[in-house]
């Protein structure tokens, strides 16, 4: 072991920000509190937008759409080289990044972490993003409500990803 354990790291840089502020005489107690509230402030600012994706993910895999879609979509997955078996992930994936790792692990236990549907769902969980949650947040926080470019691109990053994990796997 080194010289400063990995798990003491969070508490030296806490110690050094307060001896940092106390030596410039700051206010660090309220500091702390002020950005605490502004934290709270966020946080119930994101989540009528977070209950609200939550309540649409489970009425989409409830309701039966989610299967749906994915026959739907089943020319389209094979297509861009990708097992039929990966495609609840590909949808899933930019919306929920819990419901896309319950399916990430069912997928290994099902079929294997080296077999091509393992290893293309592993590619697609790490090369992706949960982009409308993120979306979701940073622009609830920002009080935005045109997300611009930054919906498109990611999706596009997304399936660029889905596409090289079919391709080369």
């Not at 609200?52 to 297509?79: K, N, Y």
């Not at 099902?110 to 982009?131: F, H, K």
């Amino acid at each position: 072991r080194g010289m400063l354990d990995s798990s003491a790291i969070l508490p030296v840089l806490l110690l050094l920000l307060l001896a940092f502020g106390t030596l410039r005489r700051l206010p660090m107690l309220d500091l702390f509190l002020a950005g605490a509230k502004r934290g709270l402030h966020v946080a119930v600012e994101v989540l009528p937008n977070l209950a609200a994706m939550m309540c649409a993910i489970s009425l989409m895999r409830a309701s039966g759409l989610m299967d749906a879609l994915c026959t739907a979509c089943a020319p389209v997955m094979q297509f861009l080289g990708l097992p039929a078996q990966v495609a609840p992930l590909a949808f899933l994936r930019p919306i929920s990044g819990s419901a896309s790792l319950a399916l990430l692990e069912e997928l290994l236990k099902t079929y294997g972490p080296d077999s091509r549907v393992g290893l293309v769902a592993s590619v697609i969980m790490g090369s992706s993003e949960t982009v409308f949650y993120t979306v979701c947040v940073y622009l609830s926080g920002l009080q935005q409500r045109k997300t611009g470019y930054a919906v498109p691109c990611a999706l596009a990053g997304a399936l660029a990803s889905m596409w090289l994990a079919g391709v080369l796997f």
